[in-house]
């Protein structure tokens, strides 16, 4: 949807889980060997794939100031399970949290939200507030105050709407 640049870090991991579903045509990136060899996910691990990115999607909306899309598992409990240790490296001694075990993708994801806490990033990620497309975008503005994933597409159509409804 989005012609934005990535998210930077690790947030990148989870905007790229939460855009593995394009919510206007249903098409699930997930349903796909690709789709799934580029997250590190097996079919066995799909199904708390997909909770997980509901859960991530509804805390991005949540970032934006909209309310959740529909009723998902808190994300904190998700991540509570996640194992994760401190890595420093013995080159400049910086710190980050990485995940204990690199196969499961909510330890990956949980130290991809740690980092970005501790970076004050993590805020920045959002949905998008288009209900037909809550696509995850990182917010470059300024101010912080992004509501849509691309002002040409989703904010112009909800320029239009407002506009037309003004017009009634």
Partial sequence: MSGRSPAPGGLALVES????????????????????AALGITEAELAAARTLRES??????????HPP?????????????????????????????????VGPLV???????????????WTRLKACEDDTCHWAYYDRSPAGRGRWCSMQVCGSR?????????DR
């Fill in 107 to 121: 330890a990956r994801v949980a130290a991809a939200v740690a980092n970005a806490l501790v970076e004050g990033t």
């Fill in 56 to 65: 991530l999607r509804a805390t991005l909306l949540a970032h934006a100031g």
């Fill in 17 to 36: 889980l939460v855009n593995t579903l394009d919510l206007e045509s249903g098409a699930d990136a997930l349903d796909t060997p690709d789709g799934r």
């Fill in 158 to 166: 909800a320029k239009m709407r407002r506009y037309r409804a003004k």
């Fill in 69 to 101: 899309h529909r009723e998902v598992t808190p994300l904190g409990d998700l991540l509570a399970a996640a194992p994760l240790h401190v890595a420093v490296d013995p080159a400049d001694g910086s710190a980050t949290l990485a995940p204990a075990d």
